[in-house]
């Protein structure tokens, strides 16, 4: 008998649950293969500045997300084929020798990651297969909105207003309660270490307000830890901004950007709270989050690769930044001699992670104080996050810089007062700062006004 076999390729949706890609392989094949290619650029190519593409934290969470992407697919009698090379080469070959009809997916939209697609697109169609793409990182359906993608308002609070009343959010698909056999003879491939992709093993830091672990298994323990288990929600508008308390806000976001964690099954999740429990306000306001999300990627959609040029999206021309490495050096090492700085870059530098407080304080001081090139920044962190998402980075980035679609949003903070109000004692910059002097309240905030 006749086999009809499909590829599924894994990408940024690393789970079974609310996976578009895999229900429309299992409903048009009678074999599924599961495929992931950890892309060496990725872990081996420099950004423009010659920041490692991928630093520590994220590979680790990406190899911790693919053993239990494995372990999953096996215990629902399927496996998962794992490859290093280049996906579009790799999963050609696999496609090659499994004779299948096409390759499942889920679509990505930003640069690199349609060079991939289009590249393995065209080599399938020489061999009479076809990639078939599904949608599923966002809340909203790009169908489901009541304007066209070039026709989304510019600025998040409009946009809010015209999706928020309007368009439901779909309900999340269930995981499959079996995947399909592997039948063709396939070398299943060895999940590659951190060693074998270049990178030293490492203990996570015991400082970290959160000890991440990649996988969809940790995403899901995280969602139920968040909503029921600590019973956060209440407290999350007095305590999201917060810089380390780690329950003040989710924490969501490298599960999410890995997508071992479907933002509609989150919003699911929210909204069974607020009709069990209430607190309507608190939900409101990490469904506000997620929307931010959805928003940065429909502006990436909206304006393709000029998210990467230096006058972003909003075309600025008129703003100046210097390429300023000295500068840049002190900033990314934690050593502008502002404490409130210098211990959220230490936070970013030993873990990965940084608040959204911190954040926008941070790329404020380096955009406005420092006066050094935003997108330095940009690629400093899309090395070093472990939440890394390509259009919240950049998005994020340009408000900052105040070159995003909406130029009149970016805000220049003011350091010292910011550090009076979210670190009054000093006790977070102690935290990653050790050599800071036990000085009072007073003489501590002193030094978070000093000049650059
Ligand atoms: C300069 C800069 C760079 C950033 N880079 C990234 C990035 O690469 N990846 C990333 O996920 N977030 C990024 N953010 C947004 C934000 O800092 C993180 O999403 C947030 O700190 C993650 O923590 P959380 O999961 O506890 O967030 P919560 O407050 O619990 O929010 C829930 C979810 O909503 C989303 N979200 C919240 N705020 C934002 C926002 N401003 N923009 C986009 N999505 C948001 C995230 O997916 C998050 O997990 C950046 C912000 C700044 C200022």
């Known amino acids: 008998m006749y086999t009809k076999r499909g590829i599924l390729w894994f990408r940024l949706d690393l789970r079974l649950h609310d996976n578009e890609a895999m229900l429309d392989a299992l409903s048009h094949t009678d074999e599924v293969i599961p495929v992931y290619v950890f892309d060496k650029r990725l872990f081996e190519d420099k950004t423009s500045y010659g920041f490692k593409k991928t630093a520590r934290y994220r590979a680790k969470f990406i190899i911790e997300s693919i053993r239990d992407l494995r372990a999953s697919l096996r215990a629902k009698g399927s496996d998962l084929i794992v490859r290093v090379g280049r996906p579009e080469e790799e999963l050609f070959e696999i496609a090659k020798q499994a004779k299948s ?57 409009q946009f809010r207003k015209e999706v928020e009343r309007y368009v439901p959010v779909r309900e999340p698909l269930a995981a499959p309660e079996k995947m399909t056999d592997i039948t063709v003879v396939l070398e299943r491939g060895e999940i590659p270490t951190m060693e074998d992709l270049g990178y030293k093993d490492f203990e996570n830091d015991p400082r970290a307000t959160v000890d991440f672990k990649g996988g969809e298994t940790e995403g899901l323990k995280r969602l139920k830890y968040f909503v029921w288990e600590a019973a956060q ?86 703003l100046q930044w210097k390429d300023n490495n000295e500068a840049l050096q002190r900033w990314m090492e934690g050593y502008t001699g502002i404490p409130f700085i210098d211990a959220n870059m230490r936070e970013l530098k030993h873990t990965g992670y940084m608040s959204y407080r911190g954040r926008m304080n941070v790329a404020s001081y380096l955009i406005h104080d420092m006066q050094v090139n935003w997108k330095m920044g940009a690629e400093y962190f899309e090395s070093m996050l472990i939440d890394y998402d390509i259009a919240s980075n950049w998005g994020n980035w340009h408000y900052a810089a105040g070159v995003g679609s909406d130029a009149r949003e970016h805000k220049q903070f003011n350091v010292s007062s910011q550090a009076l109000r979210y670190d009054p004692r000093g006790e977070y910059a102690k935290l990653w700062m050790p050599e800071l002097p036990n000085l009072l309240e007073d003489e501590f905030q002193k030094k978070n006004k000093s000049i650059i």
């Open 233 to 318: 929600i209440p407290m999350y508008k007095e305590q999201s901004d917060e810089l380390f308390c780690s329950d003040g806000s989710t924490k969501f976001s490298p599960w999410l950007a890995q997508g071992c964690l479907s933002p509609k099954l989150v919003y699911q999740e929210l909204k069974r709270y607020e009709e069990e429990i209430g607190n309507k306000k608190s939900v409101n306001g990490i469904i506000i989050s997620l929307l931010k999300r959805d928003f940065l990627r429909f502006m990436a959609k909206k304006y393709g690769d000029q998210i990467f040029a230096e006058e972003g999206p909003g075309k600025i021309t008129t």
């Open 101 to 157: 009809s096409w390759i499942f997916c889920n679509r990505e939209r930003t640069r690199d990651e349609v060079a991939v697609q289009d590249a393995l697109e065209q080599r399938l169609w020489t061999i009479g297969q076809e990639l078939r793409y599904s949608r599923g990182k966002l809340l909203y359906y790009t169908s489901d909105l009541p304007f066209p993608i070039n026709h989304t308002p510019d600025t998040f609070s």
